[in-house]
């Protein structure tokens, strides 16, 4: 027969589970990732160029697509999203040419820029963090990098959510080399990407 346990034993065993009953629901249960698209009729994406180091150049785009889907590893999502150039709206049509031309963004030629991030862990989307990738732009694949801010929902998932997303890159990575003494390299990108529950 086996000993019974010393009764300061069993107390503290009781105390050990009492605390691990009021510590168990507050940690986060992370079921399977439901999915989700991006809502291009409630996404946007801005970015920002500097022209002779004074005057900021902003243009909208207003048409994203995507998703947010699982990664190839368990606890892992992947964000692709693809923008069409050519819904950009700026100060005026003289500026959307310039910037739809081949001096810039060739809307022509590459008619979307598309992001596909490297698998990054569910709780990265839920929290905000730094999120790598592949940015194609101009037919030209380089690596990127954004912030990812916290996932803001609207209710318990599957519910509708938002994601904002900050970060920059440089023209001359992406063969846009035109006006180079009068306009910054680097053009900042800020993203911000209503979804809905992938159905």
């Known amino acids: 027969m086996s000993p019974r346990p010393h009764p ?16 168990l629901p507050a940690l986060p249960v992370h079921a399977a990732f439901p999915g989700y698209r991006i809502d291009s009729t409630r996404s946007q994406a801005v970015f920002t160029v500097r022209l002779l180091w004074l005057h900021e150049i902003d243009g909208r785009f207003g048409h994203i697509d995507g998703a947010v889907l699982a990664g190839p590893r ?6 692709s999203a693809a923008i069409a150039v050519d819904s950009v709206a700026m100060s005026s ?47 030209v694949t380089a ?5 990812l801010h916290p996932l803001r929902c609207d209710g318990a998932p599957p519910a509708p959510c938002r994601i904002a997303l900050d970060g920059s890159l440089q023209r001359s990575d992406f ?4 006006h180079r003494t009068a306009l910054s390299d680097q053009v900042r990108l800020n993203l911000a990407i209503a979804l809905t529950p992938d159905t």
């Not at 030629?109 to 989307?125: A, E, H, K, N």
């Not at 690596?143 to 912030?147: H, L, T």
């Not at 063969?175 to 035109?178: F, R, V």
């Open 143 to 147: 690596p990127a990098r954004f912030q």
């Open 74 to 79: 368990e606890g892992t999502v992947v964000v």
């Open 175 to 178: 063969g846009m080399d035109a």
């Open 93 to 139: 049509p003289r500026m959307r040419r310039w910037v739809l031309s081949r001096e810039f963004f060739d809307g022509a030629d590459y008619p979307f820029i598309r992001f596909v991030s490297d698998p990054l862990p569910q709780d990265v989307l839920e929290r905000g963090g730094t999120m790598p990738g592949r940015l194609s732009l101009r037919g």
């Open 8 to 23: 300061a034993s069993r107390r503290a065993l009781v105390r050990a589970a009492a605390w691990l009953a009021l510590l």
